[in-house]
Structure formats: C-alpha cells, structure tokens
C-alpha cells in the first residue's frame, strides 16, 4: 500500500514528567526555595503537586515557573489519593514511609489497583516502615529507614528502584541494593541517578548493584531547568516520518537524559529524515523501512512504534517488551487486538511483537484505547491518516499530554491518501 501523506507543522511541548517528578521528591527534601524552570501540567504531575502540597510543601505556580518551598519538617499524617499514576504513587509511597513517627492513608484510583506495587512494599517494610493494605488504600507508618543488604526485582518496574534512590538521605546507613532479572527500562534509573547528581548525591550503579553511602544529602540549588518531553515530541515525529514535509518540536538539547529522545534514532534506522538545529528537531519521510528492534528501555514508544511499522515496507520485530502488560493497560493485548481489528497481521509470541504492514485501507472502525494515554495518543497518528477511524478514552491523554488533541488538530494536512 503506497503512502501519500504529506502533512506539516511545529508543536512546542511542556517540561518532562519524567524528570519534574524526580525533581519534586528531591524538592521535598531541601531546605531552601528552588524554581523550576520549563514545568508540565499534566495530570500525572499535578497529582504529584497536590499529594506534596498535602504533606506540608508550598509551590507557587506561574505559567512558566515554579517556586517549591519546602517545610523544616514534613506533616507526620495526612490523606493523600494517587489519581492514575503509577509514578507518584510508587515515589510517594517510598517518601512517605521514610518520614519518622509518621502515618498516611494512601488510597489510589481504581486503575492503579492492577499496577505492581507489592515488591516495593517489601523492601520498605524490610528497612523498618510498616504499611498495611485497606481496600484501595495503604496506611503507611514511616520510619527511619536502615539501609541494609537488599534484594529487589527489577524485570516489572524501574521505578520500585528510583523509588528507593530518591529517598537516599533519609538511610541511616549505607543502602546495598542487588537487582534480579532483567533491569526493563534501565535508563530511567540512568536519569534518576543523574538527577540526583545535579543535587549532590552521589549513587555508584554497576549494572546489578546499587550502593549508596549514608549521610549524603541534597544540596540546595536556586533553579532547575525541565528540559522538553521527547516523550510527547514522538508522536509528532512518527508523524513527520510519514510525511513527504517536516513536523518539528522544540528542543534546546542535542542529547538528553530522557530515553526517548534516542526514537530518533529509531526513526533514522527506519528511513526517515532527521535534522536537529539549535532549538528544533525536524522529521520527515524518505523511506519505511521493517525493523528489529530491542525496546526494553523504550517501553511508552512501543505502541508509537507499532503504528509507523503498518507502513513499513517489510515486517518490524519489536523484541524485550513483556514488562508492557503491567502498565495502563496490558498493552500488547491491547495492540494485538485494536491494530488486528483494522485488518493489520499482529501476532506476539515469547516477548516479540510482530508487525506485517497494512495491505488495504480500513473501513470505520472504532479503536478502543483501554483508557491508555499512550495509546490514544499513537491510534491518533493513525486517525489523520484514516479520518474514517475512531478512538475511545481520547480524555486519558490528560494523563501525560493535555494539550495532545489540540495539538494534533493543529498539525496542517497537505494531502492524505493511501492506495
């Protein structure tokens, strides 16, 4: 099926989620303001701010900064609820249980009932906190936590061990942590540590053990820059992929500690046409080509990724990815079942996704996103290439991405057709 489409347009997007969530834990443990440059206001953050806010920290929004202002010493009780997203839940969870004679009740949303949370539980409950499971809350009694000899699984979630690193001045002595399995998504421990680097705490990682020293703590800094999603930016540049013009995003970086800058790289792989300027990042098509690809420390790109592979000239492999059934949804189920509904050949077998392009255009038909931001957000790359395709759930984007739709609509399509 020959591709026509030729679309174009820049999209400027918000600050990491990412890298804004690390920086608020870290924030809670200063002593002085710090102002936080390039901020996001997206769901999965503004729950992080209102938990925070709810444990005695004061943060002044602005459209283009924050000031953080943290308390000498943090509430010892408090309620908080966790809407929808695995990160604060699991960083909250790990500070909370770190605050000495401390007792929260932690209630999540009804979809973070399915996320893992149990093998981060253990580890606090190793090093002296106690946490109790009610229904759809934890009532969390903090300690001050020892750091001890530990073991953890790392092959469901790389954020139980970011979790656990961010927490690093509250141990009263030296933290030995040896990770079992295959570490998924190891270069957001890469960003966690580097983070906490920018604030003076010093984590040595080999590969398969993490040790830090006790009594380190963050040094106070006057600002931090969030540099800009790459997250968010790849829908715009699967997008211009497939497009005879460019679609650009903003950037001020030429590498980034966020993972998904290197779908760049991916893309080039495939065939497209990247250029990186100063402060933009432009994508367009040359050609598609089918890959096979590791996406083990991709995973949110998988779906992204799935979609471009329907134009591809030949079948894509997107290999290492079992650790996506445990994030918004099951989302190899989910691809396997939607893309198989607009008559693309998906299969999966022994952790390999295999993609075969589309042979024929699809009729109108309804792509059911499981309430998954991610895959709302990559069916609508499909969308303005079939406009007769409809997806549920677009309102999860709120998630990560709140501008998303707009933007998308804002993208000028200059001819859009498949034969």
Not at 57 to 68: A, C, G, P, T
Not at 157 to 185: C, H, K, M, R, T
Request: aromatic share 8%; net charge neutral; charged share 20%.
């Amino acid at each position: 099926m020959k591709n026509y489409l030729d679309v174009s347009g820049h999209i400027s997007v918000e600050g990491s989620k990412s890298i804004l969530n690390r920086v608020l834990i870290i924030a809670s443990y200063l002593t002085e303001p710090i102002k936080i440059l390039n901020p996001s206001n997206c769901l999965d953050i503004i729950t992080m701010l209102d938990n925070l806010e709810k444990l005695g920290v004061i943060i002044d929004r602005s459209e283009d900064h924050w000031m953080v202002k943290p308390r000498k010493k943090l509430k010892r009780n408090a309620e908080l609820f966790i809407n929808d997203s695995g990160t604060a839940y699991r960083f909250l969870m790990a500070r909370t249980a770190a605050i000495s004679r401390s007792k929260y009740i932690i209630t999540t949303s009804e979809q973070l009932k399915s996320r893992p949370i149990v093998p981060l539980l253990e580890i606090l409950e190793q090093m002296g906190s106690t946490i109790v499971s009610k229904g759809n809350a934890k009532i969390v009694n903090g300690s001050n936590l020892k750091g001890e000899i530990l073991d953890l699984p790392a092959d469901i979630s790389s954020q139980f061990i970011s979790a656990i690193l961010l927490i690093a001045p509250s141990y009263n002595n030296d933290l030995e942590l040896f990770l079992n399995g295959n570490i998924v998504s190891r270069t957001y421990i890469d960003m966690t540590i580097k983070i906490m680097q920018d604030f003076g705490v010093i984590v040595d990682f080999d590969g398969s053990r993490i040790f830090i020293q006790s009594g380190q703590e963050y040094n106070n800094l006057n600002e931090y820059y969030i540099e800009p999603d790459f997250s968010s930016a790849c829908y715009f540049w699967a997008l211009g992929a497939l497009s005879k013009s460019a679609v650009s995003t903003n950037t001020i970086e030429q590498s980034s500690l966020q993972t998904d800058f290197n779908f760049l790289t991916i893309l080039k792989k495939i065939g497209a046409k990247i250029e990186v300027k100063k402060d933009v990042i432009s994508v367009c098509r040359n050609k598609i080509k089918g890959i096979t690809i590791d996406m083990m420390d991709m995973p949110d790109q998988v779906p992204t990724l799935a979609v471009i592979a329907l134009f591809a000239d030949t079948k894509t492999i997107i290999k290492n990815i079992e650790h996506l059934q445990y994030k918004e949804s099951n989302r190899i189920n989910a691809l396997v079942e939607e893309l198989s509904r607009i008559g693309a050949n998906v299969s999966y077998n022994k952790g390999a996704l295999v993609i075969t392009p589309l042979n024929k255009i699809p009729g109108s038909i309804t792509l059911n996103s499981h309430h998954d931001h991610r895959l709302v957000m990559a069916f609508h790359i499909l969308k303005l290439i079939f406009p007769q395709i409809s997806i549920t759930g677009s309102p999860s984007v709120e998630k990560s991405y709140p501008d998303f739709l707009k933007d998308i609509k804002s993208i000028k399509t200059l001819k859009s057709y498949y034969s």
